[in-house]
């Protein structure tokens, strides 16, 4: 049973920070593939950064140069920095985990999302 407990969401004016955390617990091993998915009201769900369980980090082309996704592996954590936010970020925020070390397909594991609002 793996758990995923995602924190940090809220509102935040245009051009503010946020820092997303997730907590994964369980069968969960270091080397598992993590990132986080958003997804805003009527529009599909998207990757917007993924890091394999060797270290490589993906982005969404919109959000290169703005979000960084880290973590440690000493507490199964994924985070996910958001600099210069803008209002077409608001979305709601999934953690999610694929079963392997590779970022690839669809995760195994899902949190139960958060919500990001940004204000213009």
């Known amino acids: 049973q793996v758990q995923l407990v995602e924190s940090g969401g809220g509102l935040v ?64 954590t994924v985070y996910l920095q958001m600099n210069s936010l803008k209002p077409e970020d608001s979305a709601v925020y999934y953690c999610a985990v694929w079963r392997y070390d590779v970022v690839f397909g669809t995760p195994a594991y899902w949190g139960q999302g958060t919500q990001v609002t940004v204000s213009s």
């Open 13 to 76: 004016q245009a051009g503010g920070s946020l820092r997303l955390s997730c907590a994964a617990s369980g069968s969960v091993f270091s080397a598992n593939g993590m990132g986080w998915y958003r997804q805003a009201p009527g529009k599909q769900r998207e990757l917007v950064a993924s890091v394999s369980g060797a270290g490589t980090r993906r982005y969404a082309d919109s959000v290169k140069g703005r979000f960084t996704i880290s973590r440690d592996n000493a507490k199964n």
